[in-house]
């Protein structure tokens, strides 16, 4: 396992980002906690205001993302541990700023409305995004290889690529859940590209187009299948984020 790590994570340089993401969930993870504590009106955690005004929590995000951001570039490669502090700091940041996106793109306080449903949405892309780079084995920077391990490389570098074609094809067709799972699970990515698209998507309005019956049976299966899923994607959402909890007396603004 010593040699794994040192060989895939220390040698390439990903230890940074691996401390980033881990920061990164982490803080989600532990904000989310808290604002649900907060909301509970239990621990002795309160809303942090200054002269009547609500400071949230995306304010020290940016603070954090800005100077483990220009820390780590003036650190460089050969930071050693300041380069891992200033990425602890980002992956905190960043966490903080992506659990309040959809305050940031609504430029309004809906934390705990059907909006603030997009903040788990872009915080669990992002994440999915980062393990997909920290688990990809790059054959790049990495030193005494074996001509074995550098096909190997090599076959699993044109493998992710081939991978992300299918991705892509996914996002065109309007499936961006099974995108993002797919850049962890190629099946479900091949899958996601090979089946019929979303009604309103850009690879329905091109291909489709003069395809009635392909456009009639994409709505057919659309809606299927969003009768049967959404309510577990909601469950998932409400696991992550507390929105199944509902306190008497408490707007969206008590966090």
């Known amino acids: 396992m010593g040699h794994w790590f040192s060989q895939?994570?220390?040698?390439p340089g990903k230890l940074p980002l691996l401390l980033a993401l881990a920061s990164f969930v982490l803080t989600f993870l532990a904000t989310r906690t808290v604002t649900r504590l907060i909301r509970a009106g239990k621990g002795p955690f309160r809303n942090v205001s200054s002269g009547g005004l609500h400071i949230h929590h995306v304010v020290p995000g940016v603070v954090l993302v800005v100077v483990g951001g220009f820390g780590a570039v003036a650190a460089g490669r050969q930071g050693g541990w300041a380069a891992g502090v200033f990425a602890v700091l980002f992956g905190a940041g960043a966490g903080l700023v992506l659990d309040e996106f959809a305050l940031i793109l609504h430029l309004d306080d809906v934390y705990w409305s059907e909006q603030g449903r997009k903040s788990v949405e872009v915080v669990v892309l992002t994440a999915a995004l980062v393990m997909l780079t920290?688990?990809?084995?790059?054959?790049?920077?990495v030193n005494e290889l074996t001509t074995e391990e550098r096909q190997n490389r090599v076959s699993l570098v044109v493998s992710l690529a081939l991978n992300f074609l299918f991705v892509l094809v996914a996002l065109f067709k309007g499936k961006f859940r099974l995108a993002v799972i797919g850049t962890l699970l190629p099946f479900v990515a091949i899958v996601a590209a090979l089946r019929l698209a979303r009604p309103g998507s850009l690879w329905a309005r091109r291909v489709y187009a003069r395809r009635p019956r392909a456009r009639a049976r994409a709505g057919l299966r659309a809606y299927h299948h969003d009768r049967r899923w959404s309510r577990v994607a909601r469950r998932f959402q409400d696991l992550i984020g507390g929105f199944q909890e509902r306190v008497p007396g408490r707007g969206p603004d008590h966090r």
Do not use: H, Q
């Not at 920290?134 to 920077?141: D, I, T």
């Open 134 to 141: 920290l688990g990809g084995f790059s054959p790049l920077g």
């Open 8 to 11: 895939n994570i220390v040698e």
